[in-house]
Each structure stands twice: as C-alpha cells, then as structure tokens.
C-alpha cells in the first residue's frame, strides 16, 4: 500500500520538478475543502483576474471562477494541467473563467492579476513575497494557505491550524518596513 501511495505520488508530482530550481521546488498538496471555502471567503468583495500559483488540480481556481473572477492556474507539472483542464470541460466551465497554463509563474509577469492565491511551502514564501512587490499594483489582494508570508503583516485572516489562509494587501505590504 505504502508503494503504490508513494508510486501515485511521484506521478503527480514529479513531472514539473525538472524545470524549477531546486530551492524553488514544491511538491503538490491538494487544498483541502475548508481552506478552499477560506480563501473563499478572503476574496468576498474582489473583482478581476487572479492567479492561483502552483494550482494543482485547479480546486482554487475552479471555486474561484464560480464567484465570477477570471482564473488563470499557473502548473509545471503538466499530468495535474491536463487533469485541471479535463475537469474544467467535464464541469462546463469557459476557458476565459478557468485557464490552466503550464507555465514556471517565477518566470511570469503578474502584474495584470489583482489577485493572487498561493499554497506552497514555507521555504519559498519569502523569495515569492519580492517578487510580488516588485510586481503586483497597490490594490492587489494575495491570500496565502497554509503558510504565511515571513515578512508581511496579514490584512484579514480565515480559518486556522492547517486551513488557516492569510490575505494581504499591497498597499498595506509596501507601507509597513520590511
């Protein structure tokens, strides 16, 4: 049973692994239905586009669409693509409303997003938490699952233990020191 788990595991997350480097790797964790609801909750009131870094199975994003917001999940690891982009037609969900892409997202400008969701490891939070300063606008909104950002002071927070989501605002971020 053990193998088989452990066999299932690395079909899933291993494939993208190859193309980050190895202080940036991650391994898939699905989000489970509580903090989903969470990160939910954190964007009540939000419009426009959002990225769901490292979108896995595409469960953010597909919650997210279904409130109206634009979603684009950002995936290196392309079994989970094109199960998220399986599920998306399987669901009737538009492509405009739930895009999967299989795209390194530390390579990608996301400035055009004003929303950002992101559940990766503890390790990474800190490098990701410069590059969304550099590029996010003020009135961006980013909601962290699981693992807080280091260095920034949450807005609002949802849930806790392992369902706890955190939600930051740029403008918020970039008046505190760092």
């Known amino acids: ?85 399986a599920r998306a037609r399987w669901m009737g969900i538009s492509t405009p409303a739930a895009r999967f892409v299989n795209e390194d997202f530390w390579k990608t400008d996301l400035s055009r997003y004003k929303n950002v969701t992101v559940f990766l490891a503890p390790g990474v939070m800190e490098v990701l938490g410069r590059k969304l300063e550099q590029e996010l606008a003020n009135d961006a909104r980013v909601i962290a699952c699981r693992f807080p950002f280091p260095q920034w002071h949450a807005s609002q927070s949802e849930g806790q233990g392992l369902d706890q989501a955190w939600a930051y605002d740029m403008a918020t971020v970039r008046k505190l020191p760092a």
């Not at 239905?33 to 939000?46: A, E, F, I």
């Not at 586009?49 to 392309?78: H, M, Q």
């Open 1 to 85: 049973m053990l193998i088989a788990s452990y066999g299932l595991w690395t079909i899933f997350a291993l494939p993208g692994f190859r193309k980050v480097p190895t202080s940036l790797k991650v391994p898939y964790l699905p989000s489970s239905r509580v903090q989903t609801q969470n990160v939910m909750k954190l964007l009540q009131g939000r419009r426009g586009c959002l990225a769901d870094l490292g979108s896995g199975d595409g469960r953010l994003v597909f919650a997210a669409s279904s409130l109206g917001f634009r979603c684009t999940g950002f995936e290196i690891n392309s079994i989970l693509i094109g199960y998220a982009r």
